[in-house]
């Protein structure tokens, strides 16, 4: 069974501090995600990556940077927390397999900034 | 620009009777779809999916219909059980983008006795 994990369910922090979450997979998984998910706008992806040490945008990296030392880790860090991140963080990890890959995913970390 | 769009954000139905929830994509380059369940509180979980290869899969009570022309696909869920009640995403991707996934917006199903 595939577990992903997310090292906060919920998280409180103020306007401009730092904000590190972390996510680990099990599974020896090649890909790994952050989504944002909002109400009214499904989830959307942040950054993915698909190997150590490599990183791609998504569709809105603006304000987040993420960081991949380890296969099994990949963590998301708002350098400069604001009011409009707050939201609910999922992360994801998936196989290469060439394609058709299925994601699977952490129970997410709900971000409040204040 | 949403290239994924679920345009009912709820659906409410009967126990032991269908449920449908409809998707609707624009990139005609999109040849892999799938669906997600989601609790409050939980990440998404995968459900079903389909290659655009074939029109329908099926798997017990959940079957996802793929209409290539239309753009569109649909997951049925018979009979309804109240344990389906969650926020339904599907999601497309095309092969060589990484598994990168698009999502829908979601539908929230309420599976009523």
């Known amino acids: 069974d595939v577990k992903v994990t997310q090292s906060s369910r919920y998280l409180v922090k103020r306007t401009g501090e730092k904000v590190f979450l972390e996510c680990v997979q099990d599974?020896?998984?090649?890909?790994m995600f952050w989504y944002r998910q909002d109400p009214g706008l499904g989830l959307r992806l942040i950054y993915f990556?698909?190997?150590?040490?490599?990183?791609e945008k998504g569709d809105i990296p603006e304000g987040y940077s993420v960081s991949r030392e380890k296969k099994e880790r990949f963590s998301l860090i708002l350098e400069s927390a604001s009011t409009n991140q707050t939201s609910m963080y999922l992360c994801?990890?998936?196989?290469?397999?060439?394609?058709?890959?299925?994601?699977?995913f952490g129970p997410g970390t709900r971000l409040l900034v204040l | 620009d949403q290239q994924v769009k679920q345009n009912s954000p709820s659906l409410s139905v009967q126990e032991g009777r269908i449920s449908i929830l409809n998707c609707d994509y624009t990139?005609?380059?999109?040849?892999?779809f799938l669906w997600y369940k989601k609790y409050p509180a939980e990440g998404p979980t995968f459900l079903i999916s389909?290659?655009?290869?074939?029109d329908k899969n099926e798997d017990g009570r959940f079957t996802v219909f793929l209409n290539k022309s239309a753009k569109h696909l649909s997951l049925h869920i018979v009979p309804s059980q109240p344990g389906d009640s969650a926020v339904y995403f599907c999601a497309a991707s095309r092969t060589g983008t990484a598994s990168k996934l698009t999502f829908g917006t979601g539908t929230r199903l309420q599976v009523t006795l």
């Open positions: 990556s698909y190997d150590v040490k490599m990183k």
């Open positions: 994801a990890s998936s196989l290469s397999t060439g394609g058709r890959e299925t994601q699977y």
């Open positions: 389909i290659s655009s290869i074939k």
């Open positions: 990139n005609s380059m999109f040849d892999y």
């Open positions: 599974m020896d998984h090649e890909n």
